[in-house]
Every structure is written in structure tokens, then in C-alpha cells.
């Protein structure tokens, strides 16, 4: 059985997504990976009153003060990710290791189109349950490499990499998921299946989700002028 290989892919429209479509393979996979998700609790003021008007306990009545939900933060993924192009890497050729690390130190640089480093989703493997770990979708919110052997001529060889992906939310996609009035999408003209989904969901191998719920055959050609369905991502 093949190993199915970790995939950084940059998200349209920033300029690295045409670059690499698809994404890229990490090198070798990582033993382990952490995912962060705060969830911000406060404890409320002993005496006073509560938002309900009642009196509040004192610090002396409880074991402990009553705490106030605050709001979830974002995720944080953290991978430690391994380089190696001692025996010339996956193509035999490489010298220098940051030929390989340079595909994530991209990740962290502003993008033109953007004004902003990208987006990105990192996946690995098949599609797991909902709620789980992948695919994550977020930005490079902290890079550390470690070159740890190098050449007699000063070329690293090898390199320890943890990089932090901090979950990204795009406000207007999320709304667009979530209000019933943002569903539906006018095609103009010169639109495709593909490019309409890049802009709705960021992604455009989606398109069969919208021929699906608007019975379209070819999704080479859009019906002009006609408002199409545009369902939830799955």
C-alpha cells in the first residue's frame, strides 16, 4: 500500500496556488502533530450583582468562582516536519536542502495578489470524519528551522522544521455558508464550473458539488444570467 503523504496546498487566488495546484508533499511524513484550540473562560468578580440581577456568592461561599464563557479562539496546528538530501533527495539530484524547506518559508512571505501570506489547507490522506483534524485550513503563523549537517562546501543537507498553522476563517465565506440570502451565484460571462468554485469555496476541484445541485452536464458551459445554487461545503 502506498503511504499517503502530507499536502500543503496554497489557496486560491494567491499567486503560489498557480504554482502549485495541486500543493506540495512534504518530504517525510510527521511522527506526530499537535493541534491547540483555546477556549476562553473568566471568572467573574466576587460580590455584586450578576447579568441576571440575583447577588453573586462570594469567594467565600464557593470552592471556586463562577466563570463566564468568553468566546473559542482559533486553532493552531504545529508540525514537525524532517528534510533530507543526503543521498540527493526524492530526485536524486539535490544538494542543498532548502530546496526542499524554501516551499514553506513561501508560505510565510506576502503574497502580491493578496497583501497577505496564504491561505492554506493542509490535508493528509482520505477524507476523515467530520470534526477531525484534516483537511486544516489556516496561515504560516510561526516558522523555525533547524539546519542541523552540511557539505564540506557549506550547502545544508538536512533540516528539523516546526511550522505553525493558525486556523484561517474567511469572514465572507463564512457567511456565505451560513446566510441563506449569499447561496446563489449569477454567472458573468467567461465563468466555469471550476473558477466559480475558487471563488465560493476557495477550492476549485468543488465544482462538481454546484453541477450537481443545478443538473448541469458540461461545466464547461454556464447558463449566463441564470442564478445557480451554491451548497453548503460538505
Known amino acids: 500500500m502506498q503511504v499517503a503523504k502530507l499536502n500543503i496546498m496554497p489557496l486560491p487566488p494567491s499567486d503560489l496556488a498557480s504554482r502549485f495546484p ?22 467573574q468578580v466576587p460580590g455584586g450583582a450578576d447579568p441576571g440581577g440575583s447577588a453573586r456568592a462570594t469567594n467565600r461561599e464557593l470552592d471556586a468562582p463562577p466563570l463566564v464563557f468568553g468566546g473559542g479562539g482559533a486553532r493552531t496546528l504545529t508540525l514537525q516536519l524532517f528534510f533530507d538530501v543526503t543521498e540527493g533527495g526524492a530526485n536524486g539530484a539535490t544538494t542543498d536542502v532548502r530546496d526542499e524547506t524554501n516551499n514553506i518559508v513561501a508560505l510565510t512571505r506576502i503574497d502580491r495578489t493578496l497583501q497577505q501570506p496564504p491561505v492554506c489547507r493542509i490535508s493528509w490522506g482520505a477524507a476523515e470524519p467530520p470534526g477531525s483534524d484534516f483537511p486544516f485550513e489556516g496561515v504560516v503563523s510561526n516558522l523555525t528551522q533547524n539546519f542541523v549537517m552540511f557539505r564540506a562546501s557549506g550547502e545544508p543537507v538536512r533540516a528539523n522544521l516546526t511550522v505553525s498553522f493558525t486556523e484561517y476563517i474567511d469572514p465572507q465565506q463564512n457567511k ?13 460571462r467567461g465563468d466555469t464550473l471550476s473558477r466559480i468554485a475558487a471563488q465560493m469555496y476557495r477550492d476549485p476541484s468543488l465544482w462538481r458539488l454546484i453541477a450537481v445541485a443545478n443538473n448541469i452536464d458540461d461545466p464547461r458551459h454556464v447558463p449566463l444570467g441564470v442564478p445557480l445554487t451554491i451548497p453548503r461545503q460538505p
Not at 22 to 43: A, L, M, R
Open 22 to 43: 495541486k500543493g506540495f508533499e512534504v518530504q517525510f511524513n510527521p511522527n506526530t502533530y499537535s493541534i491547540v484550540k483555546p477556549v476562553t473562560w473568566s471568572q
Open 176 to 188: 456565505r455558508q451560513n446566510d441563506p440570502d449569499l447561496t446563489t451565484y449569477t454567472p458573468k
